[in-house]
């Protein structure tokens, strides 16, 4: 069973970087395809990038154009590159399979945007 471990995440000013890092125990190079996902106090957890084996990503329309994810299957990881933070970017940030997910969930990497 594939465990994930994400990091990276602390607390920066906005318009500031982060670079998020999801470390798997085991190969994902079979995973269709890994998402980042992130959960605000009081609100859903949500989709915010995924990727595909082959390199295909879709990012959701709050973070186009500031946040970039990458994989490297031979190190078992997954990036999120985040640019540009908002405030609103505020959340508990985690990595999965998508669209069926790895349980448990990792224990998630804080990320606080200071205005």
């Known amino acids: 069973q594939v465990q994930l471990a994400e990091s990276g995440g602390g607390l920066v000013q906005a318009g500031g970087s982060l670079r998020l890092s999801c470390a798997a125990s085991?190969?994902?190079?079979?995973?269709?395809?890994m998402g980042w996902f992130r959960q605000a106090p009081g609100k859903q957890r949500e989709l915010v990038a995924r990727?595909?084996?082959?390199?295909?990503?879709v990012y959701a329309e709050f973070v186009k154009g500031r946040f970039t994810i990458s994989r490297d299957n031979a190190k078992n990881t997954v990036y999120l590159q985040m640019n540009s933070l908002k405030p609103e970017d505020t959340a508990v940030y985690y990595c999965?399979?998508?669209?069926?997910?790895?349980?448990?969930w990792g224990q998630g990497t804080q990320v606080t945007v200071s205005s």
């Open positions: 999965n399979a998508w669209p069926v997910f790895i349980v448990p």
């Open positions: 990727i595909t084996s082959g390199g295909n990503t």
């Open positions: 085991g190969s994902i190079s079979s995973i269709t395809a």
